[in-house]
């Protein structure tokens, strides 16, 4: 059964800094999904990553994925306040089947 | 479109009564899901539809939990008797198919007392 573990469960960053979001898989995996949530909201689609080497951006935000070492990042560069959301990656178990193991999620708050 | 639609956004119950999710996916999306979040165990997949076939149901907690999809555009997620355990925000998502995002609806907040 896929497990995904992200690294941090929370993250406290000043604005304008750098950081990195880890996702990692327990097996084969090729396609990899970044979902954003705001406190007491539904989820909202970052990225889909469909295959090795994928890389996607979106603002101050990029996520890529490494399926030989089973690890996706999400990349937060020059943050602001309104990146502060909890950020979930979720791995596929099966190709072909659609069903999406959510990882433990990232509470990420930006200090202004 | 207007979005996955769930109703009601908020339920409180006492322990014992049935509890009925609705759900309406996006027109056009062969893909339904119901997922349940807790502080505790996070996000759970309960189950899923395809072409309104329950593919997997593996999730779901235990017998009395049970879930429908009549037609394309409709799914309920039952759970009778309720149980204070069962106190959570369940989201149902759909998706056009597979390696496809999902679309979240947002979610009911189930109490039960």
């Known amino acids: 059964e896929l497990k995904v573990e992200q690294n941090p469960l929370f993250l406290s960053m000043q604005e304008g800094k750098n950081y990195t979001i880890y996702c990692n898989y327990s097996?084969?995996?090729?396609?990899l999904y970044w979902y954003r949530q705001d406190p007491g909201k539904s989820l909202e689609s970052l990225f889909v990553l469909l295959s090795n080497g994928a890389v996607k951006q979106e603002g101050r935000l990029m996520a890529s994925l490494d399926t030989k070492a089973r690890l996706s990042t999400l990349h937060i560069t020059a943050a602001v306040h309104d990146l502060s959301a909890t950020y979930f990656c979720a791995g596929e178990s099966n190709f072909g089947n659609e069903k999406l193991t959510f990882g433990t999620g990232t509470r990420l708050t930006i200090i202004p | 479109d207007a979005g996955v639609i769930q109703s009601p956004r908020h339920e409180v119950t006492e322990m014992g009564q049935e509890v009925t999710l609705r759900c309406k996916p996006i027109?056009?999306?062969?893909?339904l899901f119901w997922y349940r979040q807790t502080m505790m165990r996070g996000l759970e997949l309960l189950i899923y539809?395809?072409?309104?076939?329950?593919?997997?149901d593996s999730g779901m907690p235990e017998d009395r939990f049970s879930a429908k999809m009549p037609n394309a555009s409709f799914s309920t997620l039952k759970i009778q008797p309720s149980e204070p355990r069962d106190s959570a925000v369940y989201f149902c998502?759909?998706?056009?198919?597979?390696?496809?995002?999902?679309?979240f609806g947002s979610g009911t907040q189930l109490s039960v007392l």
């Open positions: 539809f395809n072409n309104n076939v329950p593919i997997d």
């Open positions: 998502a759909s998706s056009p198919g597979a390696a496809e995002k999902l679309f």
């Open positions: 097996t084969t995996s090729d396609r």
């Open positions: 027109s056009g999306h062969n893909s």
